[in-house]
């Protein structure tokens, strides 16, 4: 009996997009709203905790990755959304009062992060200067893969607690995601993440559980102001204070090696080495950038988003110009506050479900590589890096990391920052590092 043939859109699927140009306009357009999707839960979740505007941090997510594009010459499929590393530096600069948004001082740590952005451009310089193989030296697979698979569990306690406030949703949009993504057909099996939450949305809208109470209160606030909005405000801009630059500015010595991180899941993704090209120098250069435009405008920093690898992975659709549209999504819904709160109604349970197989993806490209690439887990060099990274990332991050005082101002390293610097020295100090990291693998 002859196997039946596949067609030739499930064929490209299998095998991954590189040119979505072959699926035609409505498709791509399709494809880009799907990342919007995806970011838009986390990314404006970072204002709402701050106190900074909502549609500014949307104007800067977009903007922000069009940039990165521009500098990695459109090749890497990343997305920058609000980094949550940055929190602990915004609630010792500007912490809220009563919880009302600290305006007098939010400003000095926008400032901050631009300066904290000006890091990246410093590391992206040492790299074109001495060379990307020097650099990954520190970063060999050991490191890397645990650091990777950190990220996602690290991700999954937030995804297990939006998915509690009604496992019947979540369950619906984890459940059309994985049939979507298995057994779909054509265009269903490339936009699984997109499908799950039209799905589980409707199921939320005949059962009543959809809050529209936010968008109607912002639609009427009628045209210039809930229908259309300049997302810029001017008391927001970045203003300068050296305690809060002395503050914030070390923590992109860890958002640094999350960059390394998310670049290497990406390329693992996709099968193609972003870190030798573009080269690791310009996706530093992109994301450090970005994150000072945005908080020069009064936005939060931003970093390489994992939900839109996670995407990547379900989709097979590895071509930069999704996340280029993504990025313009972004940048229109941030003129039109109402569709934005349209978007938040979103239940989170949905946002759960989404999430919890999106964060599953990284940590399990994690695995991939470091199977890929061949870690011998019977060495106990080996075996002692990996453990100490995957329980530091984990215990840490549960106690909220290590705060240590600057100018009487606390700084707080994340559990996966904590992690990245004590597998880096593992991997320096402990004999039997023979790893030579070649620029031109896949």
């Known amino acids: 009996m002859k196997r039946k043939q596949k067609s030739g859109m499930e064929n490209r699927t299998d095998q991954g997009i590189y040119d979505a140009k072959v699926l035609g306009v409505p498709k791509i357009l399709l494809l880009g709203l799907q990342h919007t999707f995806a970011m ?39 997305f920058l959304g609000s980094s949550f590393a940055f929190l602990g530096g915004y609630a010792a600069v500007a912490p809220m009062v009563d919880g009302v948004p600290n305006t007098e001082m939010l400003p000095y740590a926008c400032g901050g992060v631009v300066a904290a952005g000006l890091l990246y451009l410093l590391l992206s310089a040492l790299i074109r200067a001495f060379g990307v193989n020097r650099v990954m030296r520190f970063f060999p697979p050991v490191v890397v893969g645990p650091i990777i698979i950190a990220i996602g569990l690290i991700l999954a306690p937030s995804a297990i607690a939006n998915c509690s406030t009604d496992w019947f949703l979540a369950v619906i949009a984890l459940a059309v995601i994985v049939i979507c993504n298995i057994w779909g057909k054509g265009m269903i099996k490339i936009i699984p993440i997109m499908m ?47 305690s809060a630059v002395l503050t914030i500015m070390p923590i992109a010595l860890a958002t640094m090696m999350e960059h390394i991180g998310d670049i290497s899941a990406i390329s693992a993704t996709t099968g193609r080495n972003y870190i030798a090209d573009p080269g690791l120098h310009r ?98 060099r080996n075996l002692i890096i990996a453990a100490v990274i995957l329980v530091s990332a984990l215990g840490f991050n549960d106690i909220g990391g290590i705060t240590f005082y ?30 030579v990291f070649d620029k031109n693998a896949a």
């Open 40 to 78: 838009f839960g986390a990314t404006v979740l970072v204002p709402l905790v701050t106190g900074l505007d909502v549609s500014t941090t949307l104007l800067m997510a977009g903007l922000g990755t069009l940039l990165f594009h521009f500098v990695t010459r459109g090749k890497v499929p990343a």
């Open 196 to 242: 799950g939450v039209l799905v589980s949305y409707v199921a939320a809208l005949v059962m009543g559980k959809v809050d529209f109470t936010a968008v109607a209160q912002t639609a009427g606030q009628g045209i210039y102001g809930g229908l259309f909005a300049i997302p810029l405000h001017r008391a927001n801009f970045a203003r300068f204070d050296l």
């Open 283 to 380: 996706t530093l250069l992109g994301d450090g950038l970005a994150t000072s435009l945005a908080a020069l405008f009064g936005g939060p920093a931003n970093t390489t988003y994992g939900e839109n690898t996670g995407v990547l992975v379900l989709s097979r659709v590895y071509d930069p110009l999704v996340v280029r549209v993504a990025a313009c999504f972004a940048i229109v819904l941030s003129f039109f506050p109402c569709f934005a709160e349209l978007i938040r109604s979103i239940p989170s349970a949905i946002i759960g479900g989404v999430s919890l197989i999106l964060y599953g993806m990284i940590s399990a490209i994690g695995v991939r590589n470091m199977v890929e690439n061949q870690v011998d887990l019977t060495r106990s």
């Open 406 to 435: 600057v100018g009487g101002y606390g700084i707080t390293l994340s559990g996966l920052a904590i992690a990245a610097v004590l597998g880096i020295v593992l991997n320096a100090v402990l004999p039997g590092n023979d790893y």
